[in-house]
């Protein structure tokens, strides 16, 4: 069994793309990174994702509108960042404060700018197998750590747990599009599924996506699998200064002996997710200069 290390494939995608960002001469990538109010979640990814950008060379701006901010005004700043022809890309932090509507607001970013890959134009092209657009980023980074893990998906059954609109059904999509690395076979499952176990069982890759705290217990796996563990949820630990430990949905102690590859939560496609945002942050960048 191997462990698939996310933080170390990540770290070499972010080395390639600081090299790539120091030789562009004159203005560098810049992202700007809207997170509405003060939730403790959206305040570590957005200070990370700052952080990373940093690291690479690529400009990011964060602005800080309050939680009671109305709708039109946010879909306001996000038509200003929209007309900005300083900033390349832009990403606005999920989840959004009661009261907003998330996809009217992801559908105001012009699609050359939306490089969390969310604008139905986007989506529409993941469909097409048009790679003009953005994928959405924690998809494209399981993809990313399969292909660097030498896992080709081809003839290959592809299970998806969820059909969220972030993971499942854009994963899905991704694995079976017509390309090298792809053109799996492809069944997704979900809350309302027949018999979720039976099908689960087929999956020579199992990505599970679907928000439930060690949910896949090992009769779930068929041994020799690829077990791709994409939930990060928080377990009370009172052994934890914090009183909690992140957990994936992934049973790891049971399913890690039958699997042949799995990734760990924390350090699996977590890091992945922020380091394919900087790469779409470049390629925006790049296709705004006509290249």
Do not use: W
């Amino acid at each position: 069994m191997e462990v698939i290390d996310g933080n170390r494939i990540a770290a070499a995608l972010i080395a390639e793309l600081k090299a790539e960002v120091a030789a562009i001469t004159g203005r560098k990538p810049c992202i700007a990174l809207v997170r509405v109010g003060d939730d403790p979640a959206s305040v570590s990814y957005v200070k990370k994702k700052g952080q990373t950008a940093a690291e690479i060379g690529i400009e990011s701006r964060i602005l800080l509108p309050p939680a009671a901010i109305g709708q039109a005004a946010l879909e306001r700043l996000v038509e200003s960042l929209n007309g900005d022809a300083g900033v390349d890309g832009i990403l606005v932090q999920s989840p959004l404060p009661g009261g907003l509507d998330e996809r009217a607001v992801f559908g105001r970013i012009a699609p050359e700018k939306d490089v969390d890959g969310f604008h139905p134009v986007n989506l529409g092209k993941v469909v097409q197998g048009d790679e003009s657009g953005f994928s959405p980023c924690t998809p494209a980074g399981i993809m990313e750590l399969l292909a660097r893990s030498a896992v080709n998906l081809e003839g290959k059954h592809v299970v998806v747990l969820g059909r969220s609109l972030i993971v499942g059904r854009p994963a899905a999509l991704l694995a079976l599009q017509n390309r090298a690395g792809a053109n799996a076979t492809v069944t997704v499952c979900h809350s309302r599924t027949l018999d979720l176990p039976s099908l689960a069982r087929q999956a020579d890759v199992l990505i599970a996506a679907i928000g439930r705290p060690g949910f896949v217990t090992a009769d779930l796996v068929k041994p020799g699998a690829v077990v791709i563990d994409v939930g990060i949820n928080r377990v009370a630990d009172p052994a934890r200064k914090s009183g909690h430990r992140l957990v994936g949905d992934v049973d790891f102690p049971s399913v890690s002996p039958i699997a042949s590859m799995i990734t760990p939560v924390p350090g699996g496609v977590g890091p992945m997710t922020v380091a394919m945002l900087m790469r779409n942050t470049v390629k925006a960048f790049r296709l705004r200069r006509g290249g």
